[in-house]
C-alpha cells in the first residue's frame, strides 16, 4: 500500500502469476483460460463450472491481464493508447473534469512522452456500471479509471474479472488498484469541527444514493457526535449530487420546522445549494448555522461566508489515480497497488461561530 506518496512494492521475489500458470494450476488449456478472462466462453460453450474456477483463481491471484503494457512494449508504432474516466451521470461534472485535467498534465511528463492517446468519459446510469457493452473486454479502452459507483457498481468490479487495467476512485475493492481516503475520519472531523464551534442541534445533508465513500463520511459523522453523547445529528437527504438537490433539500427541511444551528454537508455541491436556502430562511452563517463541507471545490473559497470544508489538495486523488494506471500500462506495476490519502481540513469563515477569535 502506498502512503502519501511512499510505494510500498510487493517482495522482488514474487513473479507475476501468468495466463499459463493459471491454466496449469486449473489443469485446464491456456486457451479456455484466456477464453474466460476475455469474456468469449459462451462462444466457446465452456460450462459454467470451469468459467467459475478460472475467475476465482484469476481473482485469488490478484492476476490482471495486462494487454496494453504488452502493447507498449512492442514498440513505438504501438503507442496510440485510449485512456477512459469512467463515472456516473450523477456525479458532479468537477470530479469528472480534475481526473481529465489529471490525464492531460501527467501525459506530457516524462517517461510519458512518447506515448499518443485520447481521452474518452464513458458515463453509466448510477448502480448500472454493468451495462455499456465493450468495457471488460478492452475493446473501448485501453485502460480506465472508475469513479463514482454505487454498493450495485461495487459489487459487480468484485465479480468481475477486467481485461485491462483499472484504477478505481474513492473505493477499496480486492484485487484492484485504487486511491482513497479515510472517508469515516473526515466524517469524525467534521462533528469535532461542528461542535467546537457550540453548534448542539446538529444535521448531515447528502444524496439518497450513497457512495463507498460518502457512506463513510455520513457514518463517521453520525458515530462521533454519538460518542460525545450530543443528539443524534437530524438527516437531510436530497434526490442528487447537485447544488439545485441541495437547496431543495434543505428548503424542505426548514419548511417542516426543524431547527439546525451546525451543517455537515457530505460534498461541497449540495453545501452551496444549502447557503441559500439557509439564507432565504433568514439563517445567518455562521452566526445562526455553522457549516461545513467535504471536497474543496473552487467555488467554496468565494461564498459569503467562505465555506469550511476537506481538501487533499497536497495530495491530488485524480492525479495519483493517473500516475497510477499509467504504472500498470507501461509494466512498471503489476500488482494491485492501494494509494492512501490524507484528507485535511480548511477553516475558513462558514464555522466561525461562537469563537470571533478565529
Not at 501527467?106 to 458515463?123: F, G, K, N, W
Not at 504504472?327 to 512498471?332: D, M, N, V
Not at 503489476?334 to 478565529?358: A, E, F
Request: glycine share 8%; with cysteine.
Amino acid at each position: 500500500m502506498r502512503f502519501w506518496g511512499i510505494l510500498a512494492m510487493p517482495d522482488s521475489s514474487d513473479k507475476p502469476m501468468t495466463i499459463t500458470a493459471l491454466a496449469k494450476g486449473l489443469g485446464v488449456s491456456v486457451a479456455t483460460v484466456s477464453s474466460v478472462l476475455n469474456h468469449r466462453h459462451v462462444q466457446r460453450r465452456i460450462s459454467p463450472e470451469t468459467v467459475r474456477k478460472v475467475r476465482q483463481a484469476a481473482a485469488a491471484a490478484g492476476y490482471l491481464p495486462n494487454i496494453s503494457a504488452r502493447r507498449l512494449r512492442s514498440g513505438a508504432a504501438s503507442r496510440y493508447l485510449v485512456l477512459a474516466v469512467v463515472t456516473s451521470y450523477q456525479a458532479p461534472l468537477p470530479l469528472v473534469s480534475a481526473s481529465i485535467a489529471a490525464f492531460h498534465r501527467l501525459i506530457h511528463e516524462e517517461p510519458y512522452r512518447d506515448i499518443q492517446s485520447t481521452i474518452a468519459v464513458e458515463m453509466f446510469e448510477a448502480g448500472r456500471l454493468a451495462d455499456p457493452p465493450g468495457l471488460l473486454d478492452g475493446s473501448r479502452c485501453n485502460g480506465a479509471i472508475i469513479a463514482n459507483t454505487l454498493a450495485q457498481d461495487d459489487a459487480f468490479l468484485a465479480a468481475s474479472q477486467w481485461s485491462i487495467p483499472i484504477v478505481l476512485i474513492g473505493r477499496d475493492i480486492p484485487n484492484y488498484s485504487s486511491v482513497r481516503d479515510l472517508p469515516e475520519k473526515t466524517g469524525q472531523q467534521a462533528a469535532e469541527i461542528l461542535l467546537g464551534a457550540d453548534s448542539r442541534r446538529l444535521a448531515v445533508l447528502h444524496a439518497k444514493m450513497l457512495t463507498q465513500a460518502t457512506g463513510g463520511r455520513l457514518g463517521g459523522f453520525v458515530e462521533k457526535v454519538k460518542s460525545f453523547g450530543a443528539e443524534e445529528p437530524a438527516t437531510i437527504i436530497s434526490e442528487g449530487f447537485d447544488e439545485r438537490d441541495g437547496y431543495r433539500a434543505m428548503q424542505r427541511f426548514l419548511e417542516q420546522g426543524y431547527q439546525v444551528d451546525g451543517l455537515y454537508s457530505i460534498m461541497d455541491s449540495l453545501a452551496v445549494g444549502a447557503y441559500r436556502a439557509l439564507k432565504e430562511h433568514g439563517l445567518r452563517i455562521p452566526e445562526d448555522v455553522a457549516v461545513i463541507g467535504t471536497g474543496d471545490y473552487p467555488i467554496a473559497s468565494y461564498l459569503d461566508p467562505p465555506l469550511s470544508t476537506f481538501t487533499r489538495s497536497q495530495y491530488n486523488i485524480h492525479e495519483e489515480a493517473v500516475r497510477l494506471l499509467l504504472g500498470h500500462l507501461t509494466g512498471k506495476i503489476k500488482t494491485p497497488t492501494q494509494v492512501l490519502i490524507p484528507v485535511l481540513p480548511v477553516l475558513r469563515q462558514s464555522t466561525q461561530r461562537g469563537r470571533p477569535g478565529w
